[in-house]
């Protein structure tokens, strides 16, 4: 049955749940959720990845074959299962399955398992009762040509496996490239017969390429740059990758345009000959690479010799077109408009561009949304179409070789799952009923906000009020995305992390409180001059104006009981929440700390924006200092909960216990709960449970909203 995907997924969630009801946490996180969905080079069936209270599993499903269970895992272990990629045939998929590395730089185990816990690549057949094949130890797989073998990077290097026919004793794996660099980005010739590569060599890289029967290794016209997002065209006579100057625009300053810009390189496969095809103008929008939400920077070959990319030239990241056998062309803006775009993804013949965008079907409040769209490049018309509308969220287009779309879809009751989306914009479920029985139907919508900082920037906001309407004020908790390149919407986003974080958003408003979700600059989703913030983070904390007008919108409400604020927020919401109490604990009354930065000078082991002599960087570093959370503990008076894992290999764990002995030595009170082994955007499905239940009891105790 095919419906509108709103009223699909209110009337799914509410089949399962009395209206009105309350829910526990346990319930509001039961809900599986779907990622990594990738179409069948032939057919019409679609592979996806579904996270089922940290169970993750391998599924596929299609509009001919119901939704089915390809692998059996059935533990909250923290081990992840990425890297999908289909063998030529479609009858099997690789797949890499572990744990991310963690701060120590080994595969994490935040669930103590007893045993050697390395990142694995296996083959797992499509066929009913069949048993995933294990290749040995690696990532990022990729099936040779004849499907015969599987290529995957272990320990940096690229190695290969074979496999039988029975697919049940795959020959031993063994090292087939040797380089002194890192591999990425494994890219074969559409023969089968050559494979492109990206080679770290730690502050710069080269475009291998490894010829598979004379086992020889040449770099293409290597620079002191970085290249990256190699490419072969259709026909394999050129290759294309993109480069970035050594000298890039540093993080935490005015780096909305570079005197080094980025460029598309063209070689010739045969000669190794190669020239910068286009690069923006220095010092000019588009000068730098642009932000992508989903992935890194990529090249598309599209019909009649196209090359695709995203630029920021006007503002906003859109995608481009250039004729690459046009020497000189310039390129051409295919999505023009005051919105952004990413998840693109070609027809197999390349003929047809889709993508998804905040660009406004109907509504301006399709800013915090996300809809698919797409354009026909071989056409007469090449204007974009939209596909979806509404007020749900769809992201990640695949098309089948059959040429089915399928599609990530959510709205504001239903996590991310997997979908197929009809030519008039209508959805069926790729996997019916996978929502629990006891999952909450008594879910808020969430309201668009605008409000202004008071240096003059716009502010969107996503508020969720209490369904319960009360003549008294009630208590308000602050929600601060992390990244900072990140947007929260009016929905469930398409990531885990902050999929978990809108769940808790709204357990937090069936407890009685009023939540306010802000977009604070420096984020996505609202063109160049709000991403590429200046003054931010390390260089001034200019976001803080931000979070100060936050205070200033809410004190405007006669809903809002001014003296209990909370404040709550992971990662760079973390430096936000903690930065609001250390300045401002009289606007704040308590706060919620996940991994925040509480020193930028404790993240200066890789800090880009840390640069210069001697001098230049003393006074990056004082400016540092002051931009910390620390700078201004001895203000800090309100109770925070820091939450943390000890294996985090994104923010250091000596932030946490730096600030808690800073306070500790104040007396200020502050609760703490550690996990340990586990990582950033933690493994454990447990592990967040655990933490939002105590975030919870945490603002109960703290701000009664009962009261």
Not at 224 to 241: H, R
Not at 377 to 402: K, M, V
Not at 452 to 468: A, N, V, Y
Not at 605 to 624: C, P, Q, V
Request: charged share 20%.
């Amino acid at each position: 049955m095919r419906c509108p995907p709103v009223f699909f997924a209110l009337t799914l969630a509410a089949t399962l749940a009395p209206a009105q009801q309350p829910f526990t946490l346990q319930q509001i996180l039961s809900a599986p959720y779907a990622l990594s969905l990738t179409a069948a080079p032939s057919g019409t069936l679609f592979a996806w990845v579904e996270n089922a209270e940290g169970r993750r599993n391998l599924w596929i499903g299609g509009p001919k074959e119901s939704a089915r269970q390809l692998t059996q895992y059935s533990e909250d272990d923290g081990q992840d299962i990425d890297g999908l990629v289909w063998s030529p045939d479609g009858t099997s998929i690789a797949y890499s399955r572990g744990a991310e590395t963690g701060a120590d730089g080994k595969p994490a185990n935040p669930a103590h398992l007893q045993r050697a816990t390395p990142v694995e690549v296996w083959v797992q057949p499509i066929a009913p009762d069949s048993q995933p094949v294990l290749l040995g130890e690696g990532h990022s797989p990729l099936f040779s040509r004849d499907g015969r073998s599987v290529l995957f990077v272990h320990g940096g290097q690229i190695w290969s496996a074979g496999l039988s026919s029975s697919m049940a004793s795959p020959n031993a794996a063994h090292q087939l490239v040797f380089d002194r660099g890192t591999a990425s980005s494994l890219t074969l010739s559409p023969d089968g017969k050559l494979l492109a590569f990206v080679s770290h060599r730690r502050d710069h890289s080269f475009i291998g390429m490894f010829d598979l029967s004379a086992h020889t290794l040449r770099f293409l016209s290597p620079s002191t740059g970085s290249d990256f997002a190699p490419n072969f065209s259709p026909d394999g006579q050129q290759i294309a990758w993109l480069r970035k100057p050594f000298t890039e625009a540093p993080e935490f300053a005015a780096n909305r345009v570079s005197a080094y810009p980025w460029s598309i390189q063209l070689a010739s496969v045969a000669s190794g000959e190669a020239h910068t095809l286009y690069s923006p103008k220095a010092n000019e929008r588009g000068s730098v690479t642009p932000h992508l939400s989903s992935g890194s920077p990529r090249l598309f070959w599209a019909t009649g010799g196209k090359l695709l990319f995203f630029s920021e030239a006007d503002g906003w990241v859109h995608l481009y077109s250039l004729q690459a056998d046009k020497p000189g062309s310039q390129p051409r803006l295919l999505t023009p408009g005051a919105f952004e775009v990413e998840d693109a993804t070609l027809s197999a013949e390349g003929r047809t561009v889709f993508y998804a965008s905040n660009s406004a079907v109907a509504n301006a409040s399709d800013a915090d949304r996300r809809h698919l769209w797409k354009i026909d490049l071989g056409g007469t018309n090449s204007e974009p179409i939209a596909l979806t509308h509404g007020s749900g969220i769809e992201t990640h287009p695949q098309i089948a070789a059959s040429g089915e779309i399928a599609a990530i879809a959510s709205d504001a009751r239903v996590p991310s799952h997997p979908v197929m989306v009809a030519a008039d914009g209508t959805f069926t479920p790729l996997h019916a009923g996978a929502l629990p029985q006891d999952y909450p139907a008594a879910l808020v919508t969430p309201q668009q906000v605008l409000f202004r900082s008071s240096d003059g920037i716009d502010l969107h906001g996503q508020l969720f009020l209490p369904e319960r309407k009360t003549s008294s004020k009630r208590p308000v908790i602050v929600f601060f995305h992390g990244g900072p390149e990140r947007q929260m919407m009016l929905g469930y986003p398409a990531m885990d992390y902050y999929s978990n974080a809108y769940a808790m958003n709204q357990y937090l408003v069936a407890r009685g409180f009023i939540v306010l979700s802000v977009n604070y600059r420096c984020g996505i989703g609202y063109g160049m001059e709000f991403y590429r913030c200046e003054g931010s983070g390390a260089d001034g904390a200019a976001e803080y104006n931000d979070v100060l007008a936050t205070a200033a919108y809410l004190h405007s409400r006669n809903d809002v009981d001014q003296k209990r604020i909370g404040v709550w927020g992971g990662s760079y919401g973390g430096y936000l929440t903690a930065l609001a109490l250390a300045r401002n604990s009289d606007l704040f009354a308590a706060g919620v700390d996940f991994h925040g930065v509480h020193d930028w000078i404790l993240e200066d082991d890789d800090a880009k924006w840390l640069r210069g002599n001697n001098a230049e960087k003393d006074a990056i570093a004082t400016k540092a200092r002051v931009s910390s959370p620390m700078a201004d503990v001895a203000k800090w008076r309100s109770p925070v909960l820091f939450i943390h894992g000890d294996d985090d290999p994104e923010v250091s764990y000596a932030e946490t216990q730096a600030l808690a002995d800073a306070l500790r030595a104040r007396g200020v009170p502050f609760e703490e709960l550690i996990f340990p082994d586990e990582v950033h955007d933690f493994l454990l499905h447990r592990d967040w449970l655990a933490s939002y239940e105590a975030e919870a009891k945490f603002f109960e105790r703290v701000l009664k909203p009962g009261q």
